[in-house]
Structure formats: C-alpha cells, structure tokens
C-alpha cells in the first residue's frame, strides 16, 4: 500500500494566483512529521514546510501553508501569490514514528506556473 | 546557509565499473542519508548511516552497495559492480537530529549514467 498519495500528477496555476497540492498519507503511528520538498528542473530537493503530528496548528513558512487535516490524513501544500520560480516538482514526504531513519516520498506533483 | 554538497554533479560510468559519490553533509548534522531517483520515478530511501554505522538500510541497498565516512567531513556512496538500472539521481541528505520533526536538508545530486 503506498504511504503516500499525491493524486495530482499535473497541475497548472496563473501567476499570482494561489493554489493546493493535494497529499494523504497512511501510517498507523502517533507520532510522525510531514514534509514538502520542492525539485526545480535543475534537480535539487529543497525544504519547504514541515508539519508534526502533534501541532495543532497548520504550519506556515513564508508563501508555503500546509493545511493539515490529521483525522483525514491530509497535508496539502498552498502556495499563495504564485510566481513564475514556482514551476517545479513538489514531493510530499512523511517520517514515521517507527522508523526516525528514512523519509518516505509521494510520487510528487509537477506544478506550472502560467504568466 | 550551510549546505550539503555533492560531487560530481554528473558520473558516466561503464557498466560493470565501481563507482563512488561523494557527499558533504551540513558540518553540526549528525545523521546522514542515501536516496536516488529513476528519472521520472519518486526519491527511494537506500540507507542512514550514524555514529559511523549502518542504521538502517532498504531492500535497493544489497550487497552491491557500501557506504562510508573516511574522515570528518564526507560521507561516501560506493557501487562495486554497476548495473544499467543504477542509472539514476543519488541524493545525499543529512539531520541534525533523530527526531521525526527534523527535516533531512538534501544535496544537489549526482546523476549517474550507467553506459
């Protein structure tokens, strides 16, 4: 079964306009941490916005907002004010309780910011 | 910002050769991390390594596969014997923590290319 599901392959978005990439993920820990990465066409991974699963806030990190609906198992990733840079691949990703080690990746989300 | 770093950004190699990547983590991290991705696929965790051991490792990390820290600064990958389906992106990760809050900051990558 996949940990993580991101039934977005493709989204397209206007420029400055915001929008939601939709993640869910399975575990039947308590304790685990969700996290977005953002992989340009150059290839690098890069930290966006991580979300425990005992805050009881939506995290926020500058123009990144997760909205985290825990009783669904759902950490969508908002980016509000798209801009052009925005175009990229974008992974959900959990760390489970059980296993501090390893990060376990959505299939990701090609994301294409419109002028 | 303290980085992880990579080198080489991109290795041609001949099936059958050994290979080696070679990885930087951020300096104050203690725990460090192989991921690769197939091109179109998603990141697959290979193995975490701490306190100058394995801690946990996946099934894609057989035999063939070895990692080190020869010294205080480089975490190495090594492939004794490669094969076509080890053409992929190699990411290097590291935490400063073992914690599921802390988010594993992620290198450029090799891209390996198995001829």
């Known amino acids: 079964a996949q940990k993580i599901t991101q039934t977005q392959p493709g989204m397209f978005v206007q420029e400055k306009e915001a929008v939601t990439l939709d993640c869910t993920y399975d575990?039947?820990?308590?304790?685990?941490?969700l996290f977005w990465y953002k992989q340009p066409s150059s290839g690098e991974m890069i930290f966006l916005i991580y979300?425990?699963?005992?805050?009881?806030q939506n995290a926020t990190e500058g123009r990144y907002s997760l909205n985290f609906q825990k009783a669904r198992k759902s950490a969508n990733l908002v980016i509000s004010a798209s801009q052009l840079g925005d175009s990229a691949m974008y992974f959900c990703?959990?760390?489970?309780?059980?296993?501090?080690?390893?990060?376990?990746f959505g299939p990701g989300t090609s994301l294409s910011v419109i002028p | 910002e303290p980085e992880v770093t990579q080198t080489p950004s991109h290795q041609v190699t001949q099936m059958g050769q050994e290979v080696i990547l070679r990885c930087v983590p951020i300096?104050?991290?203690?725990?460090f991390y192989w991921y690769r991705q197939i091109l179109g696929q998603k990141v697959e965790f290979l193995v975490s390594?701490?306190?100058?051991?394995?801690?946990?490792k996946s099934e894609i990390f057989d035999d063939q596969f070895s990692v080190e820290r020869p010294d205080g600064s480089n975490f190495t990958l090594k492939i004794r014997s490669t094969k076509l389906e080890d053409s992929a992106m190699y990411f290097c990760?590291?935490?400063?923590?073992?914690?599921?809050?802390?988010?594993?900051?992620f290198g450029d990558g090799t891209r390996l290319s198995i001829l």
């Open positions: 990760a590291s935490s400063a923590k073992h914690l599921s809050n802390q988010p594993q900051h």
């Open positions: 575990t039947s820990d308590q304790s685990y941490g």
């Open positions: 979300q425990g699963s005992y805050d009881e």
């Open positions: 990703a959990m760390r489970e309780g059980a296993s501090y080690d390893k990060v376990i």
């Open positions: 300096s104050n991290h203690l725990y």
């Open positions: 390594f701490y306190n100058n051991e394995i801690s946990e």
